[in-house]
Nanobody, 115 residues
């Protein structure tokens, strides 16, 4: 079992920045993917960015060059630095920890981009 604790959401003006954190605890296998998905009201949950235990990174086209995912491997923590935020980035952001056969999700943290 894996527990994910997210932090860092909030209200920010367009063009601003936020940093999300997600700490994983419990049974952490050596091979995994961690990352972030988001879901806006009335929309499907969508990929934002992921990073594998081997360091491979994947971004959604909509956030490339604005968002940066990174990890602190010894602390089993993944970060999402979000710059140049736009109103369309407004959503609940969910942390994911994926191992073979199982996805674990965090409780979600709200990001609101508004003036």
């Amino acid at each position: 079992q894996v527990r994910l604790v997210e932090s860092g959401g909030g209200l920010v003006q367009p063009g601003g920045s936020l940093r999300l954190s997600c700490a994983a605890s419990g049974t952490i296998f050596s091979i995994y993917t961690m990352g972030w998905y988001r879901q806006a009201p009335g929309k499907r949950r969508e990929l934002v960015a992921t990073i594998t235990s081997g360091g491979t990174i994947n971004y959604a086209d909509s956030v490339k060059s604005r968002f940066t995912i990174s990890r602190d491997h010894p602390r089993n923590t993944v970060y999402l630095q979000m710059n140049s935020l736009k109103p369309e980035d407004t959503a609940a952001y969910y942390c994911l920890h994926r191992v073979i056969g199982r996805d674990y999700w965090g409780q979600g943290t709200q990001v609101t981009v508004s003036s």
